[in-house]
């Protein structure tokens, strides 16, 4: 038999006891906080944080605060519709707050998809400081967030800021990149508050002045975004992926083909990835600058897609008028088996919209509701009220508004007031347009649009009384304005503008242009100017228009057969538009022109739109 083990000393069993009782269970009310804390770091869905939930109040864990931060964190990834009801349930006034639970309410709130919860979390700062609880560094960012999601009411961001400089934490990095963030998202007018609080920062980290940047842009401010991007550089601070995207947003909105197209060498030189994100950006990119072939290019050498990659592809032919090839990828895209959302729709329709495909576009708006199970929005009538316009049918136009099962609004009537304008129907394009000023009496666009009609009907005192009209409420037409990318740089011209550095070389050019034009038998369409006018000063206002005044611009800084670009803030009119083909012909250029509306390609004396947009 094998000797049998020693038994233990009475001093060894006192240690096994103890050693033994050390590593016993925890107390009922911890296992059931434990257990409670592990389900809800598990909650993904609905059920199981409603299941968490449920275990939580049989507990009696409902007045715990670690618990319940960790519940409104779930609820805010798991089930964002439930965390203003739970919270409203269980933020009883005796509740203990600490900083850790107020944080994540703020943060909650503020990450929320919910619009109601979003406006709500800024409140619980004030909570806070009431109950005596020190806010600390990770309470700044997401409160300067909800406070960014209030443009509306700058005066809770200012507090916010007084108070990240009382409590000692207006310096931290990331306070400061986003008060960076919230000062721009209040508008152009406190660009300049960014702009300070960037000063006051070290220069190093590219989040900083991705986020300077990204406000340059959402303030409108384009071109300084631009300037800064290049100040970056020279500080030797290398750009990442963000600050790519505030880039080329900010060469969206100028045009600035040149920059799209440096960018995208840059992203390959410096090895940043090219994000599914990122290429997107860049196809929508290059075809707001009129390089629709590029953002094509682009999109083909994609591994990857989006149902977004494929719809910045539709986009960016229906807005240059090559609807057949709009809708060709738009089929390709359901048969490789991605599944068009609700913007793909908008982008096929309007590539119907503007080639004119009316039977083909009836057909997608059907299928939406009877294929993909999508409801139409009123962004989907309005592409059908559109396409009808462009394609002359008026009256069917007028119908299907009538018939539509929400309200119309006044972007669905402007756009019947324009087919009525375009094709005669001057009459029902008045009725229209006094309805809408009744209704909109605010809107300058609905006193241009009739002030317009009469113009063109030549009822000079009626169209004088709107003017007067709009001087007395304060109303302003927005002033035509024109921007170039040229040798890197933005050239920005607005009707009569003398400021430029050469307007006298331009002006001289302008009227070479207008001569020319005369040569080859154009005759200045004198209807586009709204003033009670004799003709000859009609045709001498029409020909300062900022379009042309660009046009020259590059005419006489590039050599011939170089590509001209321009992209303009409002519709180009009639007369511009047939001047412009005129100038394609007889200098021998291709002129790309981006309206508020469309791309407009001249070559050779004809147009890509095909004579209405």
Not at 51 to 78: D, E, I, M, W, Y
Not at 239 to 266: H, Q, S
Not at 360 to 385: A, L, N, Q, W
Request: glycine residues 8%.
């Amino acid at each position: 038999m094998p000797p049998r083990p020693p038994l233990r000393s009475p001093s060894r069993r006192r240690a096994y006891t103890t050693a033994r009782a050390s590593r016993s269970p925890p107390s009922p009310p911890r296992a059931a906080e434990q257990h409670c804390l592990r389900l809800l770091e598990g909650a993904s869905t609905h059920a199981s944080l409603l299941q968490s939930l449920a275990f939580l109040l049989k507990c009696g864990l409902h007045s715990n605060p670690l618990v319940l931060t960790r519940l409104f964190a779930a609820s805010a990834s798991a089930a964002p519709a439930l965390l203003e009801p739970l919270v409203a349930a269980l933020l009883r006034p005796e509740l203990p707050l600490d900083a850790f639970l107020v944080n994540t309410l703020i943060r909650a709130h503020v990450t929320s998809p919910i619009p109601s919860a979003r406006r709500r979390a800024a409140a619980f700062f004030p909570l806070m400081l009431r109950r005596g609880i020190a806010p600390n560094k990770f309470t700044f960012p997401f409160l300067l967030k909800s406070c960014a999601a209030l443009p509306g009411s700058p005066a809770a961001g200012l507090q916010a800021h007084a108070a990240a400089l009382k409590f000692g934490f207006a310096a931290d990095h990331y306070v400061s990149n986003t008060l960076i963030h919230m000062y721009s998202c209040f508008g152009a007018g406190f660009l300049g508050d960014a702009r300070n609080v960037f000063e006051r920062m070290p220069k190093d980290s590219t989040v900083t002045w991705s986020a300077m940047i990204g406000g340059y842009v959402r303030g409108g401010l384009s071109g300084d975004a631009v300037l800064l991007f290049r100040e970056m550089q020279a500080s030797g601070v290398r750009p990442d992926e963000v600050t790519v995207l505030g880039v080329l947003a900010a060469a969206a909105d100028l045009g600035a083909l040149e920059l799209t197209r440096w960018v995208g060498r840059f992203v390959e030189r410096e090895g940043i990835g090219k994000s599914v994100t990122l290429c997107n950006a860049l196809i929508d990119t290059l075809a707001k600058c009129g390089d629709v072939d590029g953002a094509v290019a682009v999109f083909e050498g994609m591994e990857e897609r989006t149902v977004v990659s494929w719809t910045s592809v539709i986009d960016a032919l229906a807005m240059e008028g090559r609807g057949k090839e709009a809708v060709g990828v738009f089929e390709q895209m359901k048969a490789v088996g991605v599944r068009p959302d609700d913007v793909a729709f908008i982008g096929v329709l309007t590539a119907c919209s503007h080639a004119r495909m009316v039977d083909e576009g009836r057909g997608y708006f059907d299928s939406m509701k009877t294929d993909y199970g999508i409801e139409p929005k009123i962004e989907h009538y309005g592409c059908i009220v559109d396409m009808f316009g462009r394609a002359g049918m008026v009256e069917q136009g007028l119908e299907f508004v009538r018939a539509m099962p929400m309200k119309p609004n006044p972007i669905i009537w402007r756009t019947l007031v324009a087919a009525c304008r375009a094709h005669g129907r001057l009459e029902l394009g008045e009725s229209i347009s006094r309805d809408l000023l009744n209704e909109y009496p605010a809107h300058e666009a609905n006193y241009v649009m009739l002030s317009n009609v009469f113009a063109l009907t030549q009822r000079w005192k009626e169209k004088s009384e709107i003017r007067r009209e709009m001087s007395k409420r304060g109303i302003t037409k927005v002033p035509g304005c024109s921007i170039v990318e040229l040798d890197g740089e933005v050239h920005e011209f607005i009707a009569g503008d003398e400021s430029h550095p050469q307007y006298k070389e331009i002006y001289m050019m302008v009227e070479e242009m207008s001569r020319e034009l005369r040569r080859i038998g154009h005759i200045a369409a004198t209807s586009e100017v709204l003033l009670d006018l004799d003709e000859e000063d009609k045709e001498g206002a029409l020909q300062w228009h900022s379009e042309k005044l660009a046009i020259a611009f590059v005419l006489l800084r590039t050599p011939p057969g170089t590509q001209v670009r321009v992209v303009k803030n409002l519709r180009v009119c009639s007369d511009c538009h047939a001047a412009i083909k005129g100038i394609s012909q007889v200098y021998n250029r291709e002129i790309i022109v981006r309206d508020r509306s469309r791309f407009h390609r001249f070559k050779d004396g004809s147009c890509s739109c095909k004579e209405f947009w």
